[in-house]
């Protein structure tokens, strides 16, 4: 029987170790191009894809199946979102992440993505590629809980020698010249009216609605690049004067041998008419009531959890990646943000956590050893 109990306190430690990590171990599948999925009740994607086999990209957004089955449109306005989002430049503005996926150049191919889960949240990731000199690759994060998308580049320097350079993110906007624009400055606009009146750089985020002419050209869509006061903020946003494209340019300066990251965000809404007849000149009207609401929904999203490296910004990142513009440039945490509770594919964390259990059932062990020594 003593024996018995000696075995049991080892084993328990051992087994409770072992169902910890094996709790935590993704199982990763590779990612074909283009595939649709929902992610939570509200949106849906396909993905990351491939335009004339050479961009990387993410694909437009829908509203989930859930969401359209819930909503019946007499005014569409479920329009996709986004002709492109994500895409990535580096120094020059010719050597770029995507012409490295077209597979006939001997690069990346979709083959070298993979989706996996954290809880209910899609994750995908691809390969590693080599653009002047930096080791990058991309890490696409579904919210299922919100509307939400977050890319971050993972750029490392592995060479012998500092490396300074400009890195470019690069959206398009569905709502192209028929959207309204408002920005974290205060900046009010259309893609009729240009940019010509803002000063870009003082952007963090922006988000585009439908205008009264145009009520189904576009849904609700809003970008976040950086966090302001961060260690790297951009030294140039440039947009199309329809604002349909963005640029957005961060110099970047990486020492030999470490790693950084760089983050953006994108919010969808789609606007729900409650099925009625469409009436532009009434406020409340059901689309006029729900296209408010979902604006300030956006912006409430952005202004209290995207603005900053919060709890829902970093959810599954590793915490000691430094996510630079979204880190702040003095004070506080050097890092990418506080110290989170992994709960994704990592297993470095779970490992530490199994390696403790473990030990606990080897203090299991040396208990009992103690009380049968006690009892002689």
């Known amino acids: ?141 579904y919210f299922a809980d919100h509307n939400l998308t977050r890319v971050i580049w993972v750029i490392t320097n592995a060479g012998p020698a500092q490396i300074a350079t400009n890195v470019q993110l690069v959206d398009s906007s569905e709502c192209n010249g028929t959207g309204n624009v408002e920005a974290s400055n205060g900046d009010l606009g259309n893609g009729v009216t240009g940019d010509a009146a803002f000063t870009l750089t003082s952007w963090n985020w922006m988000v585009q609605s439908p205008m ?6 576009c849904a609700i869509e809003g970008s976040v690049w950086q966090a302001p006061g961060s260690v790297v903020n951009a030294s140039d946003v440039d947009m199309d004067g329809n604002f349909d494209n963005s640029y957005i ?68 990142v590793t915490p000691d990646l430094k996510v630079v513009n979204f880190t702040p440039a003095s004070g506080g945490d050097s890092g990418s943000g506080p110290a989170l509770a992994n709960t994704g594919t990592d297993l470095t964390g779970m490992a530490g956590i199994a390696l403790a259990l473990l030990v606990i059932g080897g203090l299991t062990l040396v208990v009992v050893r103690r009380r049968l020594r006690a009892a002689m």
């Open 1 to 141: 029987m003593d024996m018995k109990k000696i075995r049991y306190g080892f084993a328990l430690g051992v087994m409770i170790s072992l169902s910890a990590t094996t709790a935590a171990m993704a199982t990763p599948t590779s990612y074909s191009p283009s595939t649709p999925f929902d992610f939570g009740v509200n949106a849906r994607t396909r993905g990351i894809y491939s335009e004339n086999s050479s961009n990387w990209r993410l694909r437009d957004d829908n509203p989930s199946s859930t969401w359209l089955a819930a909503h019946p449109q007499a005014v569409s306005n479920n329009s996709n979102l986004w002709d492109g989002r994500a895409s990535l430049y580096v120094d020059d503005g010719t050597s770029s992440y995507d012409a490295y996926i077209n597979s006939s150049d001997g690069g990346l191919t979709f083959g070298d993505c993979y989706q996996d889960v954290n809880g209910s949240d899609i994750t995908i990731e691809c390969a590693d590629q080599i653009v002047n000199g930096l080791t990058l690759h991309p890490e696409v994060y």
């Open 212 to 217: 009264n002419s145009s009520p189904d050209s």
């Open 249 to 316: 340019t961060f110099p970047v300066s990486i020492p030999a041998g470490e790693t950084i990251a760089l983050a953006s965000f994108y919010v969808d809404g789609w606007i729900d008419d409650n099925n009625q007849a469409l009436n532009i000149a009434d406020p409340s009207n059901p689309y006029m009531v729900s296209r408010a609401a979902v604006i300030q929904a956006t912006k409430d999203l952005i202004s209290s959890d995207l603005t900053s490296w919060t709890t829902l910004a970093s959810r599954g």
